[in-house]
């Protein structure tokens, strides 16, 4: 682990110490597993501390780990950049199932308006405080959230309930 | 907690009582509007001319691809990046099988990886050619469109002399390029020249057409101006903010492949309005084609994937048909009940495409394809700042700053 990196976890992990599940490094990546509550606090500790300035909003992404086994069933990643430093890091809020929620992060970055309504509409998850929570990819009366791993591939019948076109209906 | 689509034309959310001294309107602009360059819909609240309110509205496209990506093999779901942004695919196919190799611990050869800076450059041509002939279009300048897409067609010739396809090309596979184990098509390399030896010309006369033309100039100058502190709000990149004065290009600050070993300048905008995207990516083009003719000058002799051996690459022909280890190794390539696995883990690999930060995050639990398959389009995130820069003016504004955005909607939708 580089010194920035070194100096970045331990700076998060002095900061919020209670909040810190895992720090892993692995393939040159930095990743920081943290608990949902204090997301915003540590996502605004990361872009504002002097030394530290992950100012660039670089993406949002959902995750089920159903299949797979983490902390909780889902995690919100968030992907962070340093211009100053050059540096990345990785960090993931997990959210249990049964309550799917978390705070939204738009306060601090507009960009992720669109992101937290995309993991809400393929992932169930829902953003605490945030401004217009609405399916952003799926129609409105779409059933169902399509990037869950119990969420099978052809779906749920949905577009089996489309009208079959044949030649007899046809108008 | 979801509204209904109806929420949109909501009275909440726009003002349609009649005053004799106010009438406001609502505009559908899109999904099919030819402006919209695929199906992005823009809700707009008019008054008069001018927009005083836009809400964009995705999905018309959408298709699933990250769902799709986890139920493949990872090199299936190389032809689903393709479709992703069918603009510049082969940077798509370049930055999703890097991320992959790095899962996978594999270092190609020197000559894939300059091979692969050429096609990713020439792809990025491709992408701007097809960005500024249709800003030209939409703002009325037909002439400079002809030019670019008679280079777009050459690059497009290229690329069907490599791949055998011209718009799907696929062109990436774990450990190297699908074909030609031993050499590139001759023909590639002479069209290549051909090319390498006009191109300028032909962007020297469509500046001379737009630069400095009149019309040009008001319709771009000073309209949507995206600031420095926007372009980090909204997670803005590539030249979008760059034209807004931030200097960065992943090239250079974390090069992958073997950027690092060429030279190129970063083209940076004062401004940030649609004039300087214009000339941003007008400069980026010329800086491609150095930066083509370098990766060529340096491109060694040798192999172009990793050895067989490796048991990720698919084995020579002459093998598969003349012996019984060769047939059983291609199949546990190709059936996709085997595939390459790796063990569990995941990657992030930030690239530069044409239009920004592209990157692929890959979840591997052992599988032999992505448990979690995500892609970070950078047409998504430079999209939400859409109504930022549009509210406030002219209806006639909104075809310019779309397509100085660049529009993907298979980009926008995934």
């Known amino acids: 682990m580089t010194d920035t990196k070194n100096r970045v976890v331990e700076k998060v992990k002095s900061a919020f110490s209670d909040q810190i599940l895992d720090v892993s490094e692995a393939l040159g990546e930095t990743t920081i597993s943290v608990k949902r509550d204090k997301i915003v606090d540590i996502l605004r500790f990361l872009k504002e501390e002097d030394d530290l300035k992950f100012e660039l909003f670089i993406d949002l992404c959902g995750v089920d780990y159903l299949e797979m086994g983490g902390f909780e069933r889902f995690a919100v990643v968030y992907h962070l950049y340093s211009m100053v430093h050059n540096q990345r890091i990785r960090i993931k809020a997990f959210v249990p199932e049964g309550d799917e929620k978390i705070d939204s992060v738009v306060s601090l970055w507009a960009g992720a308006n669109w992101a937290e309504r995309e993991v809400f509409d393929m992932f169930g998850i829902t953003f605490n405080h945030h401004p217009d929570m609405r399916r952003i990819l799926c129609p409105d009366d779409f059933e169902g959230h399509p990037l869950k791993k119990d969420y099978p591939l052809e779906g749920t019948g949905y577009r089996e309930s489309f009208l079959k076109v044949t030649r007899e209906n046809a108008q | ?414």
């Open chain 2, 1 to 414: 907690m979801e509204k209904s689509f109806d929420a949109l034309v909501d009275e909440e959310q726009f003002d349609f009582e009649y005053t004799p001294h106010e009438e406001k309107m609502l505009l559908n602009f899109g999904p099919s509007h030819p402006a919209t360059h695929g199906t992005l819909r823009l809700v707009m609240e008019l008054d008069g001319e001018v927009i005083t309110k836009v809400m964009p509205e995705l999905g018309y496209l959408h298709h699933g691809f990250e769902k799709l990506g986890e139920h493949r093999t990872y090199n299936q779901v190389v032809t689903i990046t393709d479709r992703m942004n069918y603009v510049s695919p082969l940077n798509n196919n370049f930055s999703y099988i890097l991320a992959v190799e790095k899962l996978f611990g594999i270092e190609v050869t020197e000559r894939a990886k300059y091979f692969r800076i050429l096609l990713a450059e020439l792809s990025r041509i491709s992408d701007h050619l097809v960005c500024i002939g249709t800003q030209g279009v939409d703002l009325g300048a037909f002439t400079p469109f002809l030019y670019l897409w008679k280079e777009r067609e050459n690059i497009y010739q290229m690329f069907e002399i490599i791949s055998g396809t011209r718009l799907t090309v696929s062109y990436a596979r774990i450990g190297g390029v699908p074909r030609d184990r031993e050499n590139i098509p001759p023909a590639f390399f002479q069209k290549l020249n051909a090319f390498l030896a006009t191109f300028e010309d032909t962007l020297d006369e469509v500046e001379r057409l737009l630069t400095r033309n009149k019309i040009w100039l008001n319709r771009t100058k000073d309209v949507g101006v995206i600031s420095k502190e926007d372009v980090f709000q909204y997670g803005l990149t590539g030249p979008v903010a760059r034209a807004s004065g931030v200097e960065w290009d992943i090239r250079q600050a974390e090069p992958y492949s073997l950027y690092d070993t060429v030279d190129f300048e970063i083209p940076v905008g004062e401004v940030g309005d649609v004039y300087d995207r214009y000339l941003v990516r007008m400069e980026e083009m010329r800086q491609s084609t150095h930066i083509i003719k370098q990766a060529l000058e340096k491109m060694p002799e040798g192999e172009m994937n990793v050895d067989p051996d490796t048991k990720v690459m698919l084995p020579k022909k002459d093998d598969v048909y003349n012996t019984i280890e060769g047939l059983i190794h291609q199949f546990e390539i190709i059936m996709t009940n085997r595939g390459p696995r790796t063990g569990k883990g995941e990657a992030y690999v930030p690239t530069e495409s044409p239009n920004g930060e592209l990157s692929y995050y890959i979840i591997s639990n052992g599988g032999n394809g992505p448990y979690r398959f995500r892609v970070r389009p950078p047409s998504f995130y430079n999209y939400q700042i859409l109504p930022k820069i549009l509210e406030g003016r002219l209806l006639s504004d909104t075809v310019a700053v779309l397509s100085s955005l660049n529009i993907i909607a298979g980009e926008l939708d995934r």
